[in-house]
């Protein structure tokens, strides 16, 4: 819990009856103890717990045995696509194309789920986020786009085990690595789970990450928040904060990015997950200038079960998604920022914390053998992180017009990832 390892999956407060709760959400979210707990069950969430151990390969062999495809960057998996939801309002609203809000509805109407354990918006919190059970189009609606703040779905275990009904779960990686420990428990939280699905994973970022947003737009208190959006509006969407008093903040998301390396979760910096490889299904944005251009929203679709695809069979044939197939070295190349971020980035910081004899997850695999300088852009990357950390930082950042810093991270951005696109993409394919 104090290693920078814990992702605030929630399953520990989940698992725990009472005895653990986050503290301070809109702060570091840390599980507090709050209650005497006995070592059975202290014993249980540890092993539940993914932030220190899970084991890739073992996972893989247990709940992907006879997969078609295997990559070690991309997971086992059936069949790849590119997509979207032909229902307009389903897509519009959602985070990229729409998949996973479209692959529940589907279920939902076809009876093959009861309910759907997914992520909206607080009621009574408009500024954080609450997992609850959809069990209506409209929930899944509501629960729809991408929460770029901490979020702990899993501490709704207790309501998943008294749920009557099949559901499907949907979640980022350490939350479904987690839900794939307690099912290989054969922990009754999970008995109802019939389908896993979940978006790709870059990074999550602190609460502290909308203050800033906040601040910098000269709003100071994040409680007169009336409505928060990270991809509001048309794909790739942008930043929204619409305040109480009617005021609305809004920041492209290409620019709102600039938030990261300010207020990243470390956690995700040393997630080696980045497409959610213990899922049925999952899906990221289709990266690509050809889609980029045409707006209106494309998802790369990984179907990684027999189960995944018969979805997906299922939902072209009755029209409710479009797809085009795609190989996995095209796929590979579009997210080549983010497997290099994960599958190279990720164990290279590991390596590092290691040197600095601080505690380091164990994945049952680490991929290795990456140039130098690979390892000196990892040094530059990870410098820069802990100096825009500080709060001087923070605060020098913010006295800046948010519009104005957007524009010049974008544009160093991308002049970062071009002059490094040939230590990224090299040999990333093979
Ligand atoms: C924190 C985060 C980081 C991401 N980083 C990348 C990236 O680097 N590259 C990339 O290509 N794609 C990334 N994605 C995925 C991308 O933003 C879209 O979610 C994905 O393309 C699916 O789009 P969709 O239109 O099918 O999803 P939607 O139909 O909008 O459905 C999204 C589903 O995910 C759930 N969800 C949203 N946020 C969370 C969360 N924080 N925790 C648990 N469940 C959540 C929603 O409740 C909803 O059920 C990220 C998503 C998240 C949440």
Known sequence: ??????????????????????????????????????????????????????????????FYPDASHFHEYTGP?????????????????AASGGLI??????????????????????????????????TTKAGIIEAAESKYIISSVNDILPQMEAFIGKLAFVGIPPQVQSIRKLQKMNDPAVRNIKYIFGPFYGNTLYFSSVKSFLRSHGEKDHSKIKKLYFRYGEWPGSMRVEMQSGKILELKKFHANYLIPFHVVKNSLYCTDFTNEFTDISGGDAWAPVYEERGKGFSMIIARTPAG??????????????????????AI??????????????????????????????????LSGFGIKRHVMEMVISFLFMVLRTRLARWTVEQLPPGFIGKRFEKARNFWKRSTRKIKRENLAE
């Open 333 to 366: 190349k579009m997210h080549s920022h983010g497997y290099d971020l994960k599958k190279r980035g990720s164990f290279i910081r590991i390596k590092f914390r290691k040197l600095c004899g601080k505690q380091i997850p164990d994945y049952g695999y680490t």
């Open 101 to 134: 809000s479209a692959v529940l509805i589907h279920l939902l109407n076809s009876n093959a789920i009861d309910g759907v354990v997914t992520l909206r918006m607080s009621k009574t919190k408009p500024w954080l986020t609450e997992p609850f059970i959809a």
């Open 1 to 62: 819990m104090r290693s920078e390892l814990c992702s605030r999956c929630g399953t520990c407060v989940g698992l725990s009856g009472g005895k653990l709760v986050f503290d301070n959400k809109e702060g570091k979210y840390l599980p507090k103890i709050t209650g005497k707990l006995d070592d059975k069950l202290a014993d249980k969430i540890w092993a539940a717990c993914p932030a220190k151990h899970f084991d890739f390969p073992a996972y893989r062999h247990n």
């Open 77 to 93: 998996y059936e069949n790849m696509y590119i997509g979207y939801a032909t229902d307009e309002k389903v897509r519009r609203n």
């Open 309 to 330: 695809t018969k979805i997906i069979n299922e939902m072209v044939k009755s029209g409710a998604l479009h797809t085009e197939p795609l190989s996995e070295k095209e």
